[in-house]
């Protein structure tokens, strides 16, 4: 049985285009996985097994696999780098240990990395650094290292400095043993330690003495030999002190390499076994008891009862269905019945598979620490925990972001209706943020996302895998509804004719919320008992369910506050469903008189390109609505930020790529939501 010291869970993030596909590729060739080096350029890498992801050179989903370096388990999720699935990246945070953050060698810090970065960062995940890409013209280590400083704040010390750059790029100096690593070989299975080069020494004394000294504002020991004789700390020392504020995550140690040229690999290797932590050093996950509500504490050890965390579905063409699970506590056995936290059911497990990305190996158990597959549960939806009956419990659930643009859409022949509908159903399955909704007014199907390339690919994947042929209307915003000024309303609802009746009576007043934070904030002022405690609830649950349908344009309402002033009840034929009704009726009255706005998504959007181009993409930039935030000069290319609405950026992308003869690229992310003009607003409404 292996201990949970000896697996690593790790994640691989990036922006799109920064290499990490191909490092992933490089570490599963050199950990003798596989015997050919896959390539994002043929379409034939091991993670990217997906038709689309080999057509678009893209990770899209989170790709997961099993490897083994000097005797330790690595458990590898490349996530998607591209803004459009970044839910992808949030679900496998969510179960990961550690993380390779990887950034191009010349392009440095850019926004989905910033995006990632900080999402890792809301789960305490402790990562390195590698700075790819240093075969690459114009590629800069110290530039980036400083950059990742001053963009992300975050405390990032090399342990390695690279030995020349772009073409002349051969290795790299460890600033721990003080030797240079050299990769001589095409493939780059083997590399030579040797000294270091003599015009380099200097340097490398330097960046030694720099790591020492940060290390020493953390660590005893180091810092007793370091300030009475530096000379004397040994390399294990060094080792430790890494791993100790890495865990931390006091300290980020930072690698360099060049994975398309196979360099650089072996050591990120044995960076991830000595510096990111195992199952057992994350002490314990929070979790709350569903037999007593409490808080508890779960430890990743396998005499406890099994407890584990649902976090993607899978459709396969061969196993079925399969359910991936990061398992935190106990042993999870093929044959074993499990408690499911959000059906309130037992299931019967039947088989358990680990992942070898389109690969599976069956195995008998999943311990403590692992992650691995269930082949064949029924009803479960990413984000359940999964438990011992005798003990049940919930972990903490993954977020996901609102979908940001839909389509309409309908399958072109009445024949394939149905069959379309069973194919939403799978697809919503794997992805939680795709969302399918039916028109009140019109009747139509309308599927949400995040993106347009989210969207372009679950279309492609409805022709491609379900041979569900469709059309689809013009993209649609999700846009929300805001109000700018406060009213205050009373509501009567009653119906009283003999008999059983109803009655509810509220005042209260609606006004926007003064911290601008999304959702509703519920104020209770009633005083006196005027209306019972027991109503409160039902009031507050109207005003939640008014929220789903704005008064301007029937979008939802992004936020609002409700202070529940007074009101009165009838001794007998008041009850909980009136106040709720109260609660609905009035706010269509309020809200019509609180002048309410529209709100829209809003993305930032950073464009690189060739400086001859500058003047004509900003120019298309403002006349889609946008605002030039920052323009730098960055490796002899120009970066423009600009934070521009949704809805001038459909087919973008593909603008962008004939105004610059396909020199430039754009990267977009969600901002915020803004209102818009009073002349757009006016035809968004009256469509």
């Not at 000097?70 to 839910?87: L, V, W």
């Not at 700075?131 to 110290?142: P, W």
């Not at 929220?547 to 506050?561: E, H």
Request: net charge negative; with cysteine; glycine share 8%.
């Amino acid at each position: 049985m292996k201990r949970s010291e000896n697996f690593r869970n790790i994640g691989i993030m990036a922006h799109v285009d920064a290499g990490k596909t191909t490092v992933t590729e490089r570490i599963l060739y050199y950990t003798g996985l596989t015997h050919k080096l896959g390539s994002v350029d043929e379409g034939n890498t091991v993670m990217d097994s997906d038709p689309q992801e080999e057509k678009r050179g893209i990770t899209i989903s989170s790709a997961a696999i099993t490897t083994y370096w000097k005797d330790r388990q690595i458990n590898i999720i490349d996530t998607p780098g591209h803004i459009d699935f970044t839910a992808e990246v949030e679900r496998s945070l969510r179960v990961l240990d550690g993380a390779i953050a990887v950034f191009c060698a010349k392009s440095g810090v850019q926004p989905q990395s910033e995006t990632v970065w900080n999402q890792a960062n809301h789960y305490n995940i402790p990562r390195i650094v590698l700075i790819n890409k240093m075969d690459r013209q114009g590629a800069d280590f110290l530039r980036v290292v400083q950059e990742i400083r001053d963009v992300l704040h975050a405390n990032v010390m090399p342990v390695q400095l690279p030995i020349g750059a772009e073409d002349s790029f051969t290795g790299v100096i460890d600033l721990i043993t003080m030797k240079a690593l050299v990769w001589t070989t095409r493939d780059g299975k083997n590399y030579d330690v040797q000294e270091i080069p003599a015009g380099m020494l200097e340097d490398a004394l330097k960046a030694r003495n720099n790591l020492l000294e940060e290390l020493s504002l953390y660590d005893e020991v180091i810092f007793d030999k370091y300030t009475a004789d530096p000379s004397a700390i040994t390399e294990e020392e060094i080792l430790s002190a890494l791993r100790s504020t890495t865990l931390n995550m006091q300290l980020i140690p930072v690698l360099s390499g060049a994975a398309y040229r196979n360099k650089g690999i072996q050591p990120l290797l044995d960076a991830v076994v000595q510096y990111l932590p195992s199952p057992a050093d994350i002490l314990s996950v929070h979790g709350t008891s569903a037999d007593t509500g409490e808080e508890i504490e779960i430890t990743t050890n396998i005499e406890n009862t099994f407890s584990g965390l649902a976090f993607k579905i899978i459709s396969d063409e061969y196993t079925g269905k399969l359910t991936l699970v990061r398992v935190y506590s106990g042993v999870l056995r093929g044959g074993d019945t499990i408690w499911n936290s959000r059906t309130g059911k037992k299931v019967r497990i039947s088989r358990l598979m680990r992942i070898m990305s389109d690969k599976y190996e069956t195995v008998d158990q999943i311990n403590a620490g692992d992650i691995g597959a269930i082949v064949g549960l029924k009803d479960v939806r990413t984000g359940d925990t999964l438990s011992h009956p005798d003990h049940p419990v919930l972990l903490e659930k993954i977020s996901f972001p609102e979908p940001m643009i839909g389509y309409a859409i309908e399958a072109k022949s009445a024949k394939e209706v149905a069959k379309l509908g069973e194919a939403l159903a799978k697809l919503q399955e794997e992805d939680p943020t795709l969302t399918v909704e039916v028109d009140a007014v019109s009747g139509q199907t309308i599927l949400k996302g995040m993106g347009e390339l989210h969207l372009e690919v679950v279309m492609e994947k409805l022709s491609a895998d379900y041979k569900v042929e469709i059309n689809k209307g013009e993209p649609q915003i999700a846009y929300k509804e805001v109000f700018t000024l406060p009213v205050i309303h009373r509501e009567v609802y009653k119906k009283q004719n003999g008999g059983s009746g109803s009655f509810a009576d509220i005042q209260f007043e609606l006004a926007p919320r003064e911290d601008e934070l999304p959702g509703l904030e519920f104020i209770n002022e009633v005083r006196s008992g005027a209306i019972p405690r027991e109503f409160i609830p039902s009031v507050k649950k109207g005003f939640e369910e008014a929220m789903k349908t704005g008064a301007l344009a029937g979008y939802p309402v992004n936020s609002m506050r409700i202070r529940l002033l007074d009101g009165s009840v009838h001794v007998t034929d008041s009850h909980a469903l009136d106040f709720e009704h109260a609660a609905l009726m009035g706010f269509r009255d309020a809200a019509k008189k609180a002048a309410p706005r529209l709100l829209e998504p809003f993305m930032s959007v950073e464009v690189t390109m060739p400086e001859e181009h500058t003047g004509v993409i900003t120019g298309d930039l403002n006349r889609r609505r946008g605002v030039i935030r920052g323009m730098e000069m960055k490796a002899s290319q120009q970066y423009v930020k600009a934070e521009v609405p949704l809805s001038g950026l459909f087919g973008y992308v593909n603008v962008l790529r004939s105004l610059s003869s396909g020199r430039a690229a754009a990267s977009l992310t969600f901002q915020d939501y803004q209102l818009v003009p009073n002349g757009i607003a006016e035809k968004v409404i009256a469509k």
